[in-house]
């Protein structure tokens, strides 16, 4: 089992960052992917970045050049900087950690990010 808390989101003007952390807890020792996806209204949740167990990181190309997902070093919480924000990033961001047995992966509560001026 793993326990996801999500923290960091907010409104942010046009143009401006955040930063979200993702705090795992649990059996972190098995996590092999750490995922972060979003969801605005009426759309499917999709998936924003990835970083695997050994670092690889991957994004949508929405979101390339502009979020960076990273981690700390104890590998226990998870970051995803998001700068020069639009409109269009406004949803529930929602923190995943993926196991071997469990592929689909944990699921935090989710955190807001309302981009608007």
């Known amino acids: 089992q793993v326990h996801l808390v999500e923290s960091g989101g907010g409104l942010v003007q046009p143009g401006g960052s955040l930063r979200l952390s993702c705090s795992a807890s649990?059996?972190?020792?098995?996590?092999?992917?750490m995922r972060w996806y979003r969801q605005a209204p009426g759309k499917q949740r999709e998936l924003v970045a990835v970083?695997?167990?050994?670092?690889?990181?991957n994004y949508a190309d929405s979101v390339k050049g502009r979020f960076t997902i990273s981690r700390s070093n104890a590998k226990d919480t998870v970051y995803l900087q998001m700068n020069s924000l639009k409109p269009e990033d406004t949803a529930v961001y929602y923190c995943?950690?993926?196991?071997?047995?469990?592929?689909?992966?944990?699921w935090g509560q989710g955190t807001q990010v309302t981009v608007s001026s």
């Open positions: 995943n950690a993926a196991t071997v047995t469990m592929p689909s992966g944990y």
């Open positions: 649990g059996s972190i020792f098995s996590i092999n992917a």
């Open positions: 970083i695997t167990s050994g670092g690889r990181t």
